[in-house]
């Protein structure tokens, strides 16, 4: 299948993300002096910015590559809300599945600039799980439309923000397997094994670390296999992409046990890459393509935004281009 063909695939599906929703802020400016007050430097605010983040931008990312895309989360009863839902309309994400809680803020990563350098971030948040209460309301929203819909491909994105609990967790599993819908996971180490049984799971490296408590070697092929091997046998999933950095990924599953080489890229800022890799591995899933490609096209895809600074979903049409480059159907096939 030609990179061209397989973006139409993309384009083609619907695809559901529940997770962790969060506001993306950005203050631009320059550093000219340092503070009296402290060793820190001052940034005179020149512009401000805001854009989706955490399982909104994965639902971004699904967006921009064409998938019809549907989002489920918390958010809070604030101002910030109100700009989350005006950038889902903007980018023509369907958002049936946002609730406004009164138990919690809106979570917002507010990043500083200055001359392309990230200065420091500042983060309002609430990590406890959802009561009891705004659990029920929320599983009961997410399966309904997960259940009317029927999506391709059902994303969970876990931030460890408190909206994916071990109940909606096991009850949107459940769900998607009893509706044949795939899962695709990128998970946090606090709810780490309970995602069972699900089709792929995605943790990066410190998440497998932190997920297995031991010390994972990313360079050594036999150190990153064996702790994908252990995390397989305690979660039962289907297939295994494990990010590695500057290592590449790691893929294995169906009969396929592949570490691909990281491209070469001039990396500006890894913020939201994870978001991108699992919202086009999802699409993968979605369009049935062969393990080793999913790995490929993820991988590819999650290299390229790192190109940009701050979190910016994959441009549809610099990625066909690059697969069309580098070959990428060409030469996982023959691999």
Same mark, same amino acid.
Request: aromatic share 4%; proline share 4%.
């Given at each position: ?6 973006l139409a695939?993309?384009?083609?599906s ?7 929703v969060m ?24 512009g ?22 549907i989002?489920?989360g ?26 406004r ?9 507010t ?12 983060d ?32 969970l994105e ?19 397997q ?19 049984? #699900? ?5 990066? %490296?410190?998440?497998?670390? @932190?997920? *297995?408590?031991?010390? =994972? !070697? ?5 150190s ?13 999933n ?9 290592h590449?990924?790691y ?18 800022d ?17 369009a ?6 999913l ?7 999650g ?8 979190? #910016? ?5 610099? %990625?066909?281009?690059?697969? @069309?480059? *580098?070959?990428?159907? =060409? !030469?996982?096939?023959?691999?």
């Amino acid at each position: 299948m030609s990179p061209q063909e397989t973006l139409a695939r993309f384009a083609a599906s619907t695809a559901m993300v529940v997770g962790d929703v969060m506001l993306d802020a950005y203050l631009w400016g320059e550093v000219s002096r340092i503070s009296p007050e402290a060793p820190v430097p001052v940034v005179r605010v020149t512009g401000r910015s805001a854009r989706l983040g955490g399982a909104a931008n994965v639902a971004l990312n699904l967006r921009a590559l064409g998938a019809n895309t549907i989002l489920a989360g918390v958010v809070g009863n604030d101002a910030s809300a109100t700009q989350v839902e005006q950038l889902l309309t903007e980018q023509g994400i369907d958002s049936a599945g946002i609730m406004r809680s009164h138990e919690r803020p809106t979570t917002v990563k507010t990043r500083v600039i200055s001359s392309h350098q990230h200065v420091v971030r500042v983060d309002e948040e609430e990590e406890e799980d959802l009561s009891s209460k705004e659990e029920k309301l929320f599983l009961e929203t997410a399966l309904h439309i997960l259940h009317e819909r029927k999506p391709d491909v059902l994303v969970l994105e876990d931030y460890d923000k408190g909206v994916l609990t071990p109940t909606v967790i096991a009850a949107l599993v459940k769900e998607a397997q009893t509706l044949g819908i795939p899962v695709a996971v990128d998970p946090k180490k606090r709810h780490f094994f309970d995602f069972l049984g #699900v089709d792929l799971f995605k943790p990066n %490296l410190k998440e497998l670390r @932190e997920g *297995l408590k031991t010390e =994972v !070697d990313g360079s050594n092929l036999e150190s990153v296999r064996a702790a994908t091997r252990s995390l397989e046998e305690k979660l039962g999933n289907k297939a295994s992409l494990i990010t590695l950095s500057e290592h590449g990924a790691y893929v294995h599953g169906h009969s396929t046990d592949r570490l691909l080489p990281a491209h070469h890229r001039s990396i500006a800022d890894v913020s939201g890459a994870g978001d991108t890799v699992i919202a086009v591995a999802a699409l993968c899933l979605a369009a049935g393509l062969p393990l080793p490609l999913l790995a490929a096209w993820a991988n590819l895809a999650g290299g390229m935004v790192c190109e940009h600074v701050g979190v #910016v979903p994959i441009d549809p049409v610099a %990625l066909q281009k690059e697969a @069309e480059r *580098l070959n990428i159907a =060409v !030469d996982t096939a023959r691999a």
